[in-house]
């Protein structure tokens, strides 16, 4: 066993990575969850039917419910969703090893401040590395042994080959980069134009609008990226490209679902909305372009539509009759 790897939350996306990185069987690995019962049942039945009905876990996969089981973890991942991360840190931050390096899952900007979930975990976390580990991966596949492939960014090239080779399998492969800024936008970025295909989707507007939509949805994504450091060579990889093509055209996609439900004119809870994490961050980037003098009509729209400012059909005029430009 080359590394100690700890798992923090036992929902379907943590459960599927703690599951396939056991079965490579090169590390000990943990699921660390708050749940108590949750992680009962998981250690006596090795199934967790709410989040990945049907998928039985490794034998070699440990559970535990305490903060202090991630104590002596070489590498620990962050799984749980965008807005949650800050108080993980400050829940499991004690229990991290001098060297442990952590790793954020979640595809999101903190919606308070406008930061990278890098940026965020730096400033909770100031004496361990930070990476981030983003692309076209829904929890299923991956827990299923389906071919995936991810990619992991650290600031250090190095940091980021070695929990490549350390978390990568047989069916789950990464590769490094040390573009975090590009790495975490297009995760950020892509769940809005996702709502956006849904609403085209749920609406009826038509495949060409979609493909509209992907295509200029990338060049949205790669200003942004490039306007706040990143490379616009990583939107054109898996976590920006790959994420939104997966994201954009999947039923499993949930930001896709809500913007179906959107385009269909159903009424939307406010509360699935704050469980959506393209929502979120629709109103942050749209935000954030305005100050960085960014052009983002397609998210600006998106954000507009969630908060009741704009209707579909509004906002399709307006998209569709933007002066005229060169691609």
């Known amino acids: 066993m080359s590394e100690k790897i700890a798992v923090v939350g036992s929902g379907a ?46 034998d070699t996969l440990e559970f535990a419910a305490e903060a202090e089981a991630i104590a002596g973890a070489s590498i ?10 800050a108080d993980a840190a400050r829940q499991y931050g004690p229990y991290l090893s001098k060297d442990a390096v952590v790793v954020t899952c979640a595809k ?39 071919p995936t492939a991810m990619a992991i960014a650290a600031e250090d090239i190095e940091v980021a080959e070695r929990l490549a080779q350390a978390i990568s399998g047989r ?23 996702a709502i956006a295909c849904g609403i085209v989707e749920g609406g009826g507007i038509g495949d060409s609008a979609r493909a509209a939509l992907i295509a200029r949805g990338l060049a949205e994504m790669s200003r ?36 179906i439900a959107l385009g269909r004119g159903e009424k939307v809870d406010p509360l699935q909305g704050a469980l959506v994490e393209g929502a979120l961050a629709a109103s942050v980037a749209s935000r954030l372009a305005a100050e960085l003098s960014i052009i983002m009509p397609i998210t600006d729209a998106v954000s507009a539509i969630i908060d009741g400012r704009l209707d579909i059909a509004e906002a399709i005029e307006q998209l569709m009759t933007r002066p005229i430009t060169t691609e």
């Open 13 to 58: 996306f943590g459960t599927a990575l703690a599951a396939v990185i056991a079965l490579a069987g090169r590390s000990a690995v943990t699921l660390v969850g708050r749940n108590p019962s949750l992680i009962s049942d998981l250690k006596a039945e090795r199934l967790h039917d709410a989040a990945l009905p049907g998928i039985y876990l490794p």
């Open 76 to 85: 620990v991942l962050f799984a749980m969703p965008s807005q949650a991360q």
């Open 108 to 146: 999101g900007i903190e919606r308070a401040t406008g930061n990278l979930l890098t940026d965020m975990l730096e400033r909770e976390l100031p004496d361990h590395p930070i990476a981030v580990l983003s692309g076209p991966g829904f929890a299923a596949d991956i827990a299923k042994g389906l």
């Open 171 to 193: 069916t789950f492969r990464l590769y490094a980069s040390s573009d975090r800024i590009g790495v975490q936008l297009g995760g950020a970025l892509k769940n809005v134009l």
């Open 224 to 259: 942004f990226v490039v306007a706040k450091g990143g490379q616009a060579d990583t939107v054109r990889g898996l976590s920006g490209l790959g994420d939104l093509v997966l994201t954009a055209t999947s039923h499993q996609s949930r930001n896709l679902r809500f913007g």
